[in-house]
């Protein structure tokens, strides 16, 4: 039950989620299958393996507080350029002209799939695979592509080469970020980037699993009805390292609608009546933000950006194991009102010169992972002194706030006047979605944006299959290059997303800034298109594919190599008018 009482404006919420009760939607019937859970014997690694692996591959000893392995070098994924030209952007701002270099670009030799295989095969040695945790390895390479100004493909290069390694439990698929096993490699065989993430285990009991039928069901009430349901895939979920005892079976859901796929999240494939403590309470509003969203009660005022119409609220309680759920209702007064919880929920220094900040817009307000994206974005941001200039969620979210002015759009007073923009939300190749449609049709599409001609440099699309490569024709160019008007770079994906427990936004903001300890730097400030590549190896499961885009100017100029404002160069716009080609780099977790 979720008892809400008003006082004024500001709304009281007191979930009847009693500290030992996690799932509240009844007692499915147990299925005749079972399937082993894991006990965890050891979170991460320890000090000394963390150096060993270290000393294994020539790279600074990077383990985690939480016991992850997580190695970036300056020079991950860096594309040959130069520099070859100084000015002010419209805010006044320094910035450099980046080149690419052709003639670096034609001598670039990636490591040979075999012996990029060979050197990572020392990584599952001292990794010390649990008995029934088995990897295996896949290669690929992060991939420079250029076309020309009208988005034809002109030019490829195989920037370095991935080793990843695909995790199975008990002979099911693993997913989580406490299933990372990655490394990138040189052409000359130098590891610019590791991430080991895994924890110890051993067999425990087998339990009984609900079907698939029931799983199908509990996803269903997950997404809302209008979402089908292909059967949910059985496998293990991998909480991030921290205090888990228990690793549990879970099923992924497999859901689309007319516009594409959406995000996957996870429902437990066990029917618990009770959880691990300690619980971990997250509330989200349809139009309010709720900051700090953490308590097991919680008071806030309603912000709505129009006259206050109904409000749904939602929580997702969380064990220590990381098997969630999420209770909803609607709020339309005074009183009180009910809601059963469905299993299931997530899965997955001050500036200078020139005024800036970041815009947030999450319109998947009932998933508390979309929520602690947009939030942790802007607290990081925050924390650096970038200011949030607005910040909607829900109902709140407008699609206004990306169209451009032409079509009686809003995105010179919001989208284009900030210079960095977070969006969470359901997306197809197409375009992304809103769900307030009485703010113009409920979706981005194309045609309806031209960003970059105000203030924004860096888009980021939290959001599914948007920069696909539908026709292996690198068509994407082609969809968006006529949004980009001076906007220096487009973050997105070419797969499908996932709902990611804890967020993103957070971790790619965090890579914005360099990360120091007692006053030494730790790790360098990474560019943007690298803390977006790296926020998406540490956070997708392995196959996720991560693509980011932009113009190239007069001879050879890109964004590529760009900071975020003051911790490094920043290029210029490039606008429409002037482009030269385009650039797109994209590389699979």
């Known amino acids: 039950m979720l008892h809400p009482a008003r006082a004024g404006r500001a709304w009281m919420a007191v979930p009847a989620l009693a500290a030992g009760v996690l799932l509240l939607a009844g007692s499915p019937a147990f299925a005749a299958d079972t399937a082993p859970l894991y006990n965890v014997t050891q979170e991460g690694m320890t000090a000394d393996q963390g150096a060993k692996l270290a000393d294994a591959f020539g790279i600074p000893d990077s383990v985690q507080p939480d016991g992850a392995f997580a190695y970036t070098a300056k020079d991950f994924g860096a594309v040959p350029q130069k520099a070859v030209g100084e000015g002010k952007d419209e805010a006044g701002r320094p910035t450099t002209s980046l080149a690419l270099d052709t003639g670096a670009l034609a001598r670039l030799r990636p490591l040979p799939d075999a012996d990029a295989l060979d050197r990572a095969a020392k990584l599952t040695d001292l990794a010390g695979l649990s008995p029934d945790l088995k990897a295996e390895p896949s290669v690929s390479n992060t991939e420079l592509t250029l076309s020309d100004a009208k988005g034809r493909p002109s030019a490829k290069y195989a920037l370095d080469t991935v080793v990843s390694y695909k995790l199975t439990l008990g002979g099911l698929p693993v997913t989580g970020q406490g299933a990372k096993l990655r490394m990138t490699l040189d052409g000359d065989g130098s590891v610019t980037q590791l991430s080991d993430s895994l924890r110890s285990l051993e067999r425990g009991q087998d339990v009984p699993i609900v079907t698939p039928a029931e799983a199908q069901e509990n996803c269903a009430a997950l997404y809302g009805g209008d979402v089908r ?24 859901c497999n859901p689309s609608t007319e516009t594409g796929d959406q995000a996957h999240r996870q429902v437990p494939a066990v029917a618990p009546s009770g959880g691990t403590a300690p619980y971990t309470f997250k509330w989200s509003s349809s139009d309010t933000v709720i900051d700090p969203n953490d308590a097991q009660r919680i008071s806030f005022t309603r912000t709505p ?21 999420t209770a909803t209702a609607t709020l339309t007064g005074d009183g ?65 706030d990306f169209k451009k002015g032409s079509l009686g759009g809003l995105d010179s007073t919001f989208v284009d006047n900030v210079d960095a923009q977070w969006y969470t939300g359901h997306g197809w190749p197409g375009g992304f979605t809103f769900k307030n449609t009485a703010h113009d049709d409920g979706s981005i599409v194309p045609s309806d944006a031209n960003w970059g001609d105000g203030d924004l440099e860096w888009l980021q699309l939290e959001s599914c299959e948007v920069l696909r490569d539908t026709s292996n024709t690198n068509d994407y160019f082609r969809r968006w290059g006529g949004t980009m008007d001076g906007l220096h770079m487009l973050n997105g994906f070419d797969t499908n997303a996932y709902c990611i427990g804890g967020g993103t936004g957070a971790d790619f903001a965090q890579y914005l800034f360099p990360r120091t300890f007692l006053g030494f730097v730790i790790r360098p400030a990474l560019t943007v298109r690298q803390a977006w590549a790296q926020m998406a190896i540490d956070k997708e499961p392995s196959g996720v594919k991560f693509r980011s885009m932009g113009n190239i100017g007069s001879g050879g100029v890109t964004n590529i190599g760009d900071h975020f404002w003051n911790q490094g160069s920043t290029g210029p716009d490039i606008l429409r008018a002037g482009r030269a080609g385009m650039w797109a780099i994209a590389g699979v977790v």
Not at 362 to 379: H, I, L, P, Y
């Open 229 to 252: 349901q292909a059967e949910p895939t059985l496998g293990y979920l991998m909480p991030p390292l921290g205090k888990v005892q228990t690793i549990y079976p879970v099923y992924t």
């Open 305 to 325: 950006r129009e006259r206050a119409g109904a409000e749904t609220l939602t929580v997702e309680v969380t064990d220590a194991n990381g098997l969630s759920s």
């Open 336 to 400: 009180s009102v009910g809601a059963s919880s469905v299993p299931g929920g997530g899965g997955f220094g001050k500036l200078a010169i020139g005024p800036v900040d970041v815009g947030v817009e999450n319109m998947v307000d009932e998933w508390q992972c979309a929520q602690d994206s947009a939030t942790g974005f802007r607290n990081v941001m925050g924390s650096h002194g970038v200011s949030t200039a607005f910040d909607f969620r829900g109902l709140n979210s407008w699609e206004k």
